[in-house]
């Protein structure tokens, strides 16, 4: 059973950091683009940053370019988004993906996991 398990997220104050992370289990994802997106209340589920199976290659939203670092460990079959300089903006849940046929398309993406709250209080 493949599953995808998000951690790290919380409430923080504006301006703080925090460090997301998505573990895979049940295969392995290394030749694998891994994806971060999130949903607001209200809002569709949007991509936030991606990263291609050798970390080669990165790509973000214009929205958290310069603030936030995607990478991965494909040893740990892990993947990380460190977030910084974060905004109330930023408010969501953040779900990680995996395997997508395109990487900004989260209708592509052929595994997700079940999300983790990120909070930011102004």
């Given at each position: ?10 409430l ?10 998505c ?24 991509f936030?940053?991606a990263?291609?199976?050798?970390g ?5 939203a ?17 993947v990380?988004?460190?977030m ?9 849940v ?27 209080s102004?």
């Open positions: 059973q493949v599953q995808l398990v998000e951690s790290g997220g919380g923080v104050q504006a301006g703080g950091s925090l460090r997301l992370s573990a895979a289990s049940g295969r392995t994802f290394s030749r694998s683009t891994m994806g971060w997106f999130r949903q607001a209340p209200g809002k569709e589920r949007e936030v940053a990263i291609s199976w050798g080669a290659n990165t790509y973000y214009d929205s958290v370019k310069g603030r936030f670092t995607i990478s991965r460990d494909n040893a740990k079959n892990t990380y988004l460190q910084n300089s974060l905004k109330p903006e930023d408010t969501a953040y779900y990680c993906g995996a395997d997508p046929r395109t990487t900004y398309s989260s209708d592509t993406y052929n595994y997700w996991g079940q999300g983790t709250q990120v909070t930011v102004s």
